[in-house]
DNA sequence: TTGTATGCAAAGCGTTTGCAGTGAT
DNA sequence: ATCACTGCAAACGCTTTGCATACAA
């Protein structure tokens, strides 16, 4: 039977107040703040569990190590900025893609990530450019 | 400079001959039959510099290592089958996902991955409660 | 009391790197 | 003759696991 102990309570809260899938070292960082002798092993451990409770599931973008989110929020998909490299979510979706697969294939689901420049790097990119060339937008 | 060795064309034709992206170990085994003292370590170099010379890139399903396909391939995406596990190559975009982003984020670029199952899986899985007969690769 | 959960340290695994020898130019 | 490339093995960083202890139930 599964037990309610402080790291997994932590380890959840962490999760879920986070807005944005967390690195399982970030998960550490903030559940350290309510149980500072927390260890690694026990993060990977509840998130292990979590996934295949259904109730967190990880998110992997390339060149990444694996993120972890809460299974609860809607479904959504991430933005990763090129310059930050930070992960935000998006609640938009392009809808059915199912047309997008070969005949004869099933689609059950899918995952998408869009890469460019959040906002304030987009606005920082600008403002260097404008710097740079000497022009103004 | 960069020089042309038995090694790097052996991976550069796996990778080529390939028809879906590969995993480093797939790409030794495949190497191998033309170069049979290859390392595993040539082939990370070699698939490192390919990345770096826009040759090839690394496509990273959540979950899985890296695989790496060459960039000659026009603009395309992944379906994974949830059965056999397998990465196919879909030759459809759904276009333009600007719209989908925050105010302020600029989109360059976008990765989208299908997931459900392949035409064998799903007619395997059809008839799996008759005869457990399904077949892989 | 019973047995899961925890923390620590060691082990695993995929990937990277140092080094001396090899081979393309 | 250079000097990038290669193979091997050691090193690395992230993740998992073995084990003795702590603590929910």
Do not use: W
Request: charge should be positive; hydrophobic fraction near 40%; proline fraction near 6%.
């Amino acid at each position: 039977m599964e037990r309610n102990t402080r790291q997994r309570a932590a380890i959840r809260d962490a999760l879920t107040q986070a807005g944005r899938p967390l690195l399982p070292l970030e998960v550490l960082a903030a559940a350290q703040a309510a149980v500072p002798g927390l260890g690694i092993a026990t993060v990977y451990r509840a998130l292990k569990a979590m996934v295949e409770d259904g109730e967190a599931r990880s998110v992997t973008l390339p060149g990444e190590n694996p993120r972890f989110e809460p299974t609860a929020l809607s479904h959504h998909h991430h933005f990763q900025c090129r310059r930050c490299l930070r992960v935000f979510d998006i609640h938009a979706c392009p809808g059915d893609l199912s047309r997008l697969a070969p005949r004869g294939f099933s689609v059950e689901d899918h995952e998408l990530t869009l890469y460019g420049r959040c906002r304030e790097c987009a606005l920082a990119g600008a403002s260097a450019a404008r710097a740079k060339s000497g022009r103004r937008r």
